[in-house]
C-alpha cells in the first residue's frame, strides 16, 4: 500500500500557523468535533464541517495512527443566538411543533446521522449525547465554580478574567468584552458567560435538571468542555468545527478547560484542552437559502431531490481547501456530479478488467508520493483530487495496479469510487413521473429515427421526453444518455 512518508502538517488556528502534527499519545490521534445542534435538519453549510472532519480522520487513519474521534449531538442548553443569547434551541422548537422535546431530539438526530451516511462519512468511535452527560457537566461546574464563577440570580457565570489569553483564539478580545454576547445584568464582564441556566421563577422546561445554583439545565459551551475531556482525556490533540465556532464557542470551551485543568496562558496550546484547534469555512449561497430561518434551506435531501447523488456534494467540498470559502451553485454541483461520473465510469471499466491487486508498481509511485504530500499539507484535497485523476487516466498500466492505487487514494477522499456504480449516479428528481423503462424505449426509438435520417420524429420523441422532465444528450463525451432534468 501507500507509504505515507511526508510528515503531517495541520494549521493550528490558536497559533494561526501550520504545524508538523505531535501527538500526545505516540501512535494516536484523538480528534473531537464540534456536532450539530438537533433542532432542526442540518444544512449542506453544516455538512461541510463533518466531511472536513472526516477528511482529517481519514487522513489521520491513512497516516498509520490509530484514531478515536468522537463527534457530540447537543440536544439541551444550545440557546437560539450562538452569542449565548435568547431561548434553549430545543424547548422553542418543540412549542412550536406541540411535540416532546425528546422526540424532537430524536427526529432530527436521524436525520443528520442519515445525512452522514449519505455523504461516506464514517461512523466516529463515539456519539456523544449532551444529555447523557449531565451528572457530569454538574461536577465539573463544581470544580471550577470557586475559583472561576460566580452566581446571577439567572444563573451560574464564568468570569473570563479570571484565566489568561481568553478570546485568543478568536483575536477579538477588546476592552468591553465581546460585544454579541448577551448582556446580563449583574454580570463582571462583558463576555461572562452561563454555565449553569437556572429555570426562570413560575416556568418549567421540559429539560432540567436540580444541581447546586438551582433547578435548570447546562451552558452550551459546558458541554463540549466535559463530553471532549471524559472521552479523549485532557489535552487531546485536535478539536474541529466550522469557523463560527472560533469566535465565542471555543473561546469558552477553552476557558473552562484551562479553569478544569489548573493551567496557565495559551502561549502552549495544549493548555487550551487541545493541541491543534481546526476550523472549516463557510459555505457560501448567494440566494440566503443556506439560512434555517429562510424556510425551504439548503438540505442535503433538496439535492437528492433535483437528482443529485449526495457524493456530488462531497466531491464539491473537496473541490476547495477546507479553511477557503467554498461558493455553492447549481452549475458547480452539476460539474462535480460530472467529474464524479468520469471517475464511476474509469474505475467500472478496470473493474471490467479485472480484480483489484493486492499493491501495485513502481510506476504509480510518483503519483502516490504526490498524493501523501497533497493530503499531508494540511489537507489539501483540491490537489489529491487531481492526482486521483491522473492516476485514473493512465495508459497502458496493469489494470488491477491502477485499481489498487486509485482504491487506496479514495480510503482518504472517501468517494466510494470502489463500490459505486453508474446506475447509482442516476437519481430520479422526486417531480419527475416517467419510468426508466419508459425513457429507455423512448431513447430506443429515437435512436432508430436518427439511424433512419428521420428528423422529425427524432425531434419528436425528444420533445416528448422533455416534456416530462428528461433531457437526452446527444453527444454526450460520457455516454450518459439522458438525465432528468
Same mark, same amino acid.
Given at each position: 500500500?501507500?507509504?505515507?512518508?511526508?510528515?503531517?502538517?495541520?494549521?493550528?488556528?490558536?497559533?494561526?500557523?501550520?504545524?508538523?502534527?505531535?501527538?500526545?499519545?505516540?501512535?494516536?490521534?484523538?480528534?473531537?468535533?464540534?456536532?450539530?445542534?438537533?433542532?432542526?435538519?442540518?444544512?449542506?453549510?453544516?455538512?461541510?464541517?463533518?466531511?472536513?472532519?472526516?477528511?482529517?480522520?481519514?487522513?489521520?487513519?491513512?497516516?498509520?495512527?490509530?484514531?478515536?474521534?468522537?463527534?457530540?449531538?447537543?440536544?439541551?442548553?444550545?440557546?437560539?443566538?450562538?452569542?449565548?443569547?435568547?431561548?434553549?434551541?430545543?424547548?422553542?422548537?418543540?412549542?412550536?411543533?406541540?411535540?416532546?422535546?425528546?422526540?424532537?431530539?430524536?427526529?432530527?438526530?436521524?436525520?443528520?446521522?442519515?445525512?452522514?451516511?449519505?455523504?461516506?462519512?464514517?461512523?466516529?468511535?463515539?456519539?456523544?449525547?449532551?444529555?447523557?452527560?449531565? +451528572?457530569?457537566?454538574?461536577?465539573?461546574?463544581?470544580?471550577?465554580?470557586?475559583?472561576?464563577?460566580?452566581?446571577?440570580?439567572?444563573?451560574?457565570? &464564568?468570569?473570563?478574567?479570571?484565566?489568561?489569553?481568553?478570546?485568543?483564539?478568536?483575536?477579538?478580545?477588546?476592552?468591553?468584552?465581546?460585544?454579541?454576547?448577551?448582556?446580563?445584568?449583574?454580570?463582571?464582564?462583558?463576555?461572562?458567560?452561563?454555565?449553569?441556566?437556572?429555570?426562570?421563577?413560575?416556568?418549567?422546561?421540559?429539560?432540567?435538571?436540580?444541581?447546586?445554583?438551582?433547578?435548570?439545565?447546562?451552558?452550551?459551551?459546558?458541554?463540549?468542555?466535559?463530553?471532549?475531556?471524559?472521552?479523549?482525556?485532557?489535552? &487531546?490533540?485536535?478539536?474541529?468545527?466550522?469557523?463560527?465556532?472560533?469566535?465565542?464557542?471555543?473561546?469558552?470551551?477553552?476557558?473552562?478547560?484551562?479553569?478544569?485543568?489548573?493551567?496557565?496562558?495559551?502561549?502552549?496550546?495544549?493548555?487550551?484542552?487541545?493541541?491543534?484547534?481546526?476550523?472549516?469555512?463557510?459555505?457560501?449561497?448567494?440566494?440566503?437559502?443556506?439560512?434555517?430561518?429562510?424556510?425551504?434551506?439548503?438540505?442535503?435531501?433538496?439535492?437528492?431531490?433535483?437528482?443529485?447523488? +449526495?457524493?456530488?456534494?462531497?466531491?464539491?467540498?473537496?473541490?476547495?481547501?477546507?479553511?477557503?470559502?467554498?461558493?455553492?451553485?447549481?452549475?458547480?454541483?452539476?460539474?462535480?456530479?460530472?467529474?464524479?461520473?468520469?471517475?464511476?465510469?474509469?474505475?467500472?471499466?478496470?473493474?471490467?478488467?479485472?480484480?483489484?491487486?493486492?499493491?501495485?508498481?513502481?510506476? &504509480?509511485?510518483?503519483?502516490?508520493?504526490?498524493?501523501?504530500?497533497?493530503?499531508?499539507?494540511?489537507?489539501?484535497?483540491?490537489?489529491?483530487?487531481?492526482?486521483?485523476?491522473?492516476?485514473?487516466?493512465?495508459?497502458?498500466?496493469?489494470?488491477?495496479?491502477?485499481?489498487?492505487?486509485?482504491?487506496?487514494?479514495?480510503?482518504?477522499?472517501?468517494?466510494?469510487?470502489?463500490?459505486?456504480?453508474?446506475?447509482?449516479?442516476?437519481?430520479?428528481?422526486?417531480?419527475?413521473?416517467?419510468?426508466?423503462?419508459?425513457?429507455?424505449?423512448?431513447?430506443?426509438?429515437?435512436?432508430?429515427?436518427?439511424?433512419?435520417?428521420?428528423?422529425?420524429?427524432?425531434?419528436?420523441?425528444?420533445?416528448?421526453?422533455?416534456?416530462?422532465?428528461?433531457?437526452?444528450?446527444?453527444?454526450?463525451?460520457?455516454?450518459?444518455?439522458?438525465?432528468?432534468?
Amino acid at each position: 500500500m501507500i507509504q505515507a512518508a511526508h510528515p503531517l502538517t495541520l494549521f493550528n488556528s490558536l497559533t494561526r500557523q501550520p504545524e508538523p502534527f505531535e501527538p500526545v499519545h505516540e501512535g494516536e490521534a484523538r480528534v473531537y468535533s464540534c456536532g450539530p445542534t438537533v433542532y432542526n435538519y442540518p444544512h449542506i453549510g453544516n455538512m461541510r464541517a463533518y466531511v472536513f472532519a472526516d477528511i482529517l480522520g481519514r487522513t489521520l487513519s491513512f497516516k498509520g495512527y490509530r484514531l478515536t474521534h468522537v463527534i457530540n449531538i447537543t440536544d439541551v442548553g444550545h440557546l437560539t443566538d450562538d452569542a449565548d443569547a435568547g431561548e434553549d434551541k430545543m424547548e422553542k422548537m418543540a412549542r412550536q411543533n406541540a411535540q416532546s422535546i425528546w422526540d424532537i431530539a430524536k427526529h432530527y438526530t436521524e436525520a443528520y446521522w442519515a445525512d452522514i451516511r449519505a455523504l461516506n462519512v464514517r461512523q466516529p468511535a463515539q456519539w456523544t449525547i449532551a444529555t447523557d452527560f449531565i +451528572p457530569q457537566m454538574i461536577d465539573f461546574a463544581k470544580s471550577i465554580a470557586e475559583k472561576h464563577c460566580y452566581e446571577l440570580p439567572s444563573g451560574l457565570y &464564568f468570569d473570563v478574567s479570571t484565566v489568561s489569553d481568553y478570546g485568543r483564539l478568536a483575536r477579538a478580545q477588546t476592552d468591553e468584552g465581546e460585544g454579541r454576547i448577551e448582556a446580563v445584568e449583574g454580570k463582571r464582564n462583558g463576555a461572562d458567560f452561563a454555565i449553569w441556566r437556572k429555570t426562570p421563577e413560575g416556568e418549567k422546561r421540559q429539560m432540567e435538571w436540580d444541581s447546586p445554583w438551582g433547578r435548570g439545565a447546562p451552558g452550551w459551551h459546558l458541554e463540549c468542555s466535559v463530553m471532549s475531556g471524559q472521552v479523549l482525556g485532557f489535552p &487531546f490533540d485536535i478539536h474541529t468545527g466550522g469557523i463560527d465556532h472560533r469566535e465565542i464557542h471555543h473561546p469558552n470551551e477553552i476557558a473552562q478547560n484551562q479553569a478544569f485543568c489548573c493551567t496557565n496562558g495559551l502561549d502552549v496550546p495544549a493548555n487550551s484542552g487541545a493541541r491543534v484547534w481546526m476550523h472549516n469555512n463557510f459555505l457560501v449561497e448567494r440566494s440566503g437559502k443556506m439560512s434555517k430561518s429562510s424556510g425551504e434551506f439548503l438540505r442535503l435531501q433538496l439535492l437528492i431531490d433535483k437528482g443529485y447523488h +449526495p457524493l456530488a456534494y462531497r466531491l464539491m467540498c473537496l473541490q476547495a481547501h477546507y479553511r477557503s470559502e467554498l461558493e455553492f451553485s447549481w452549475e458547480g454541483l452539476g460539474a462535480a456530479l460530472t467529474r464524479l461520473k468520469r471517475l464511476v465510469m474509469a474505475v467500472g471499466n478496470l473493474k471490467a478488467q479485472a480484480a483489484p491487486a493486492e499493491t501495485f508498481g513502481p510506476k &504509480f509511485a510518483p503519483y502516490l508520493d504526490r498524493f501523501d504530500a497533497a493530503v499531508s499539507d494540511d489537507l489539501n484535497t483540491p490537489v489529491a483530487l487531481t492526482v486521483l485523476e491522473e492516476v485514473a487516466g493512465l495508459k497502458k498500466v496493469d489494470a488491477g495496479e491502477k485499481l489498487a492505487a486509485l482504491a487506496a487514494m479514495d480510503t482518504v477522499l472517501g468517494l466510494d469510487l470502489m463500490a459505486l456504480a453508474r446506475a447509482d449516479l442516476r437519481i430520479r428528481p422526486r417531480a419527475a413521473t416517467i419510468d426508466e423503462s419508459a425513457i429507455e424505449q423512448t431513447l430506443a426509438e429515437r435512436k432508430a429515427a436518427r439511424a433512419e435520417k428521420d428528423f422529425a420524429r427524432s425531434d419528436a420523441l425528444r420533445d416528448e421526453l422533455a416534456a416530462q422532465g428528461v433531457e437526452a444528450m446527444d453527444g454526450d463525451p460520457l455516454g450518459w444518455e439522458w438525465k432528468l432534468g
